[in-house]
């Protein structure tokens, strides 16, 4: 037997593991410390009451022999992919197809599962600070070397975004086969305006690169002048793939599903440069042949996001995440300290006190206010000297923290 030895390749741990370990070592010597949870994006608040319903209604078919469904479609069920295609992308003059649209459990599964398509010889280029699901999977797939001591993998484009370019880095100066997109961003909050997103689609055409583009938190945009899909960029479903996710807007963290956009335009040459193949056809391929589909409840929960009475309690629900992303920054601004982010999504991105390192942040934060966060340099060398704090929590619990780090920082 042998294993996967690029996994071994993987830094001490991933990122989410690694606190959860400080925190539960933290609780044992401490049990009785009141630990608040800031750090990792899952949200708090239950399901809509529309989602409810129609989970509940779903449930009820199945208990019927005349309603009752086994396997449905890999690809998901017509009723909400045809939802999914009009509300997301025809309302907002978008050219994707119902039949473009994959159903899953998730976008972070969709994010490592799309390289089964892609060869390992390509090019890959990612932000700095990054999503460190982009960077590992790439590390298990063999498409890097090894790390340096500062976190870099050997064979990876790092594009620095930092506050010193307002967290929009450059394009890339060499041509790359593959760009990892995530906005609005995770971790910084930085958002790409119709300009920055045309130059990136334009680079791609030119140089035949494919952009996945996570829009994970697309819900969070308040700005009307930000785009909300890639595909609102003309040539987009050349170049493109999106991927989306209920978990953040609709609290799906717990229920999973997902959708991810391959438009029939996009296309990659085959071996040797020989004719261009669909990656529509190769997704459809490796979806249909390792996934059974999302359950039919929790699909039809998803339909019932895109009601008038589903989408109202949505806003809602994103509306209150925000209004706790304000409380933060409203606090650490008075405190003196840099804040980025907050305003177009969930996070906020925050230099830390002093200069001191990100670690180090959190373990003092966890020690002296009992407040959990996300050091930035588990995001990537770049992300060295930032945290990230999460709006996900409820009101009381992100005031109490506020209250806290104002006597501890």
Known sequence: MQI??????????????????????????????????????????PLP??????????????????????????????FLREKIAEHDYQARGCAVDADEIFVSDGSKCDTGNFLDVLG???RIAVLDPVYPVYVDTNVMAGHTGEADTEGRYEGLVY??????????PALPSEPVDLIYLCYPNNPTGAVAGHAALKAWVEYARAHDALILFDAAYEAYITDPDVPHSIYEIEGATEV??????????????????????????????????????????????RHTTKFNGVSYIVQRGAEAAYSDEGRAQIRSLVDFYMENASIISRTLTELGISVYGGTNAPY????????????????RLLKQ???????????????EGYFRISAFNSRENVGEAMRRIRESV
């Open 120 to 122: 390992a010889g390509n």
């Open 159 to 168: 594009l620095p975004a930092t506050a010193d370019n307002d967290f929009a």
């Open 348 to 363: 906020i991105w925050l230099r830390t006190p002093d200069g001191e390192d990100s670690w180090s942040f959190f373990d």
């Open 240 to 285: 493109a793939v999106e991927l989306r996710s209920f978990s953040k807007n609709a609290g799906f963290t717990g229920t999973r599903c997902a959708h991810t956009v391959v438009p029939r335009g996009v296309t990659a040459p085959g071996p040797g440069g020989s004719d261009r193949v669909p990656l529509h056809q190769l997704w459809t391929r």
């Open 369 to 383: 206010a009992h407040v959990v966060g996300t050091p930035g340099s588990g995001f990537g060398a770049a992300g």
């Open 4 to 45: 996967n030895h690029h996994s071994l390749k993987l830094q001490a741990g991933y990122l989410f593991p690694e606190i959860a370990r400080r925190v539960d070592a933290f609780t044992t010597a401490q049990p009785d410390a009141d630990v608040i949870r800031l750090g990792i994006g899952d949200v708090t608040e």
């Open 49 to 78: 009451p529309a989602i409810v319903a129609a989970m509940h209604d779903a449930l009820d078919e199945m208990s019927r022999r005349e309603t009752f469904r086994g396997y449905g479609p890999e690809q998901g069920y017509a």
